[in-house]
């Protein structure tokens, strides 16, 4: 690389005065002595044919005084030349060779500047590869364009391959620097970029994932400055007109770090040959498997379908020129009267499989499909829908046509927002890291009247004060029959997101209160008493409705999938205050009932914090019974309800200081326990608290009228009931009540 000065604008960052292909001089890049070394070479056997596997060492360039040598991985069929060049921004021999049996194209991988066996700076995620200094040359993402550029002069040099076929590829990072290479190097044909896109500000205002990796030091901004700086000289947005090959580029709709904003600006900067396979349901592809802290989408298998298709279908029409790729479907909408019309025209060069319209209505977190009617319409082929939205819904509307064609790619038309769009982002994981997890499980027994309960709790050993969520099974004989060891492998799961799980089979409601009051005797240095969350399936979905109305101070938040059983314990959802509850049901499955009437019982008195989400059978995702081992798209709920649940912050759960709850047959609460007799009775109660001094006026309720009850009321120095006195006993009154009875008591100072 040049080694003369930079101009002044360089150091001023003046986006508005500087080209970026200034920082790649391509008659160094194609001239420059390689100096390769084979390190290893041989041909192997395979039932495609043949294959040249070498290992190599080239010269990039000078850095500081030294050389940069990168090691590169090379497959070449044999006998089947000249053949197109794929360039990969990191790979292996087992992969280049993958690709070359796959694509019958010659492939190289390389290990960039800093990583494997190449040296120079090193590839540090943290700040390394943003950090740009006042020369732009020493910025590591430069310099990783630079190798993957002097890979293609060294490909163009072999007598296998055709020099005016090349395409670059590479995902995240290496995404990025194949936008860079393809917007400075006219040799490269294709660029086949995957979970990457462009726009870094947008994606800041967005609240993409990338203003959360560094400290905000630039706090008036929020933009910390290695950002800044790299927006200006490294953003591949500043090269979207520069395009020389032509672009597909692949990326989930759910990307943390490139929100979908950015695809619909990049993409209208671009104005080179571009396609777009914008995958629904998918995350950047980082965090399903090596970071199960974070809430994810698990959609590896569709996702890793479509993307095949699009690198195949790319390669085989860019690089070997066997078809025309179709265009790019158009889309047309309009609104009125409440209602989106859509108009899509896709190119119908190759047969297609159906039109889909993928639209989101609460920020672009999920989506919702729509298939498309297929007309004809003055000799012309068309795709017609509509969609209900209210006006509410336009803030959040993301929506975008995905077409299928038959044996071939999908391809979508680039997103389009509502009015306003404000983007829902998915939370992220807790920063610095701590000491390396201890996890553990740990047995807790509690023992009633009605038996013995076990528990498991799975935690970090390492890790106090965490948000606690408690996993509910049933006994034998719920629809589910869950085992222990499914239970606990959900258990175990869950922990490694940062919460102390417990894991139970319970049966009552009073199982769940004493094995939290046990918890907090046992375990309360590891777990927060405050932050603590039930989630349950089917009959313990049931019970964790059931424990949010009859423990109504005790639980941040309560999720019920599927809640299987009765629903006489719906009207206590008219005591739940400061719990979020979620439910999600099937319209085709029993448990609806049971979750619909909890819901309807807490908006009859104006709760809005009970929330029902009910999946129908055209939809593609949809909550019937199961039990998530089993039936995985269930782990998708819970990335409406993870951000709650994480969040390692106190709740504050406390009754109002005067209200009316309902015991039906018993109301539990961290001040006083009132059980009905009989147990199939209830009492509704008003309570107030006033100047230290607490009452209660009870009264029947429902078709069964109760015989009487018991009130327990703790922290009280004075009591009566009905006018006459009652013991306390180291702050503790017990009441014998009727259904009708007045309570009053002073509460201890």
């Known amino acids: 690389m040049s080694s003369k000065p930079l101009p002044p604008t360089f150091i001023r960052y003046d986006p508005s005065r500087i080209d970026p292909r200034e920082l790649f001089p391509l008659d160094r890049i194609q001239n420059d002595p390689l100096e390769v070394r084979i390190r290893h070479e041989e041909i192997k056997e395979f039932p495609e044919g043949p294959v040249l596997q070498r290992e190599i060492i080239f010269t990039s360039h000078e850095f500081r005084g030294e050389k940069i040598r990168i090691a590169a991985y090379v497959a070449l069929p044999q006998g089947k030349g000249p ?34 066996d190449s040296n120079g ?14 020369d732009m040359r020493e910025g590591w993402m430069v310099q990783f364009v630079y190798n993957t550029m002097r890979a293609i002069t060294y490909m163009q040099m072999q007598s296998e391959v055709d020099a005016s076929r090349v395409a670059v590829t590479g995902g995240s990072r290496g995404g990025t620097m194949t936008l860079i290479a393809n917007g400075v190097d006219p040799r490269i044909t294709l660029a086949v970029p995957t979970a990457t896109c462009g726009d870094i500000i947008t994606a800041f205002e967005h609240d993409g994932w990338a203003n959360k990796l560094y400290s905000r030091e630039d706090a008036e901004q929020g933009i910390p400055p290695l950002f800044r700086m790299f927006s200006v000289h490294g953003d591949p947005i500043n090269l979207a007109r520069t395009q020389h090959g032509s672009v597909m580029l692949i990326l989930g709709a759910q990307d943390e770090f490139f929100p979908i904003y950015t695809v619909k600006t990049y993409y209208d900067a671009v104005r080179n040959d571009i396609r777009l396979c914008l995958v629904p349901d998918w995350d950047h592809g980082l965090f399903s498997s090596n970071r199960p802290e974070v809430g994810t989408y698990d959609n590896r298998e569709e996702a890793g379908k479509r993307t095949s298709a699009a690198m195949k279908h790319s390669v085989d029409c860019y ?27 896709p190119d119908t060069d190759w047969p297609l499989e159906q039109v889909d319209l993928m639209y989101s209505t609460d920020g ?51 997103p389009e927002f509502g009015l306003g769009f404000e983007q829902n982002m998915r939370h ?23 038996g013995t309960v076990s528990a498991a709790c799975c935690f970090d050993r390492t890790k106090e004060n965490r948000p606690v969520l ?100 719906a009207s206590t959802a008219r005591n739940v205050h400061a719990t979020a509850i979620r439910i999600f049901a099937d319209l085709e499955d029993p448990s609806l009932f049971v979750g619909q009437s909890f819901a309807d019982e807490a908006s009859a008195v104006g709760r809005n914090n009970v929330i029902i989400s009910v999946s129908h059978p055209t939809d593609g995702l ?27 912050d106190g709740h504050d759960l406390s009754l109002p200081s005067e209200g009316t709850l309902l015991a039906a047959p018993s109301v539990l609460t961290r001040d006083f326990d009132l059980e009905v007799n009989p147990s199939y009775a209830s009492i509704l109660f008003d309570y107030s608290e006033k100047d230290g001094c607490v009452s209660f006026r009870l009264s029947a309720w429902g078709g069964s009228a109760p015989e009487g009850g018991r009130l327990v009321l703790r922290g009280v120095r004075e009591a009566t009931l009905d006018g006459a006195s009652v013991e306390v006993q180291d702050g503790i009154a017990i009441f014998d009540t009727t259904a009708s009875s007045v309570i009053s008591a002073l509460k201890m100072e």
């Open 319 to 345: 690089l070997h020129q066997k078809r025309r790729m179709p265009d790019t479907p158009l889309l047309s909408w309009l609104y009125r009267e409440g209602k989106l019309e859509f108009r899509c025209t």
């Open 622 to 648: 949809r909550w019937q019974s199961g039990w998530p081992e089993d039936c995985p798209v269930l782990r998708r709920t819970e990335d409406r309800y993870m951000g709650m649940i994480t969040a390692s």
């Open 121 to 134: 700076p090193p590839d540090s995620y943290n700040q390394a590869w943003l950090d740009l200094g006042y």
């Open 83 to 116: 053949l197109p060049v794929m360039v990969q921004g990191a790979g292996n021999l087992d992969g280049a060779t993958g690709f070359s049996r796959s694509h019958n194209v010659a492939t190289i991988g390389i290990d960039r500047v800093g990583t494997g």
């Open 428 to 450: 992220h994981p807790p920063g610095e890291p701590g000491p390396e997890p201890e996890f553990v499980t740990e047995e807790v027994e509690v023992s009633l009247a009605t």
């Open 470 to 569: 408690i996993f509910l099974g049933t006994p034998e004989g719920d629809r589910l029959n869950v085992s222990p060891e499914q239970l606990r492998s959900e258990a175990d799961r869950f922990s490694r997101q940062g919460l102390f799980v417990v894991a139970v089979s319970a049966s009552s409601v009073d199982q769940v209160a004493a094995l939290l009051d046990q918890l907090v005797n046992s375990h309360g240095n590891f777990l927060i008493e405050d932050s603590v969350s039930l989630v349950g399936f089917s009959g313990g979905g049931a019970l964790a409705l059931e424990c949010s109305g009859r423990l109504p101070d005790r639980f941040k938040c309560v999720v019920a999938h599927s809640p299987h059983g009765i629903s006489e314990f």
């Open 364 to 414: 672009a977190y999920f989506y919702k499909r729509l298939t498309l009617d297929k007309v004809f319409e003055n000799f012309r082929e068309y795709y017609l829908g509509s969609l209900e939205v209210t006006s509410e819904d336009l803030t959040k509307l993301a929506f975008f046509v995905e077409a299928k064609y038959e044996e071939g790619p999908y391809l979508m038309s680039p």
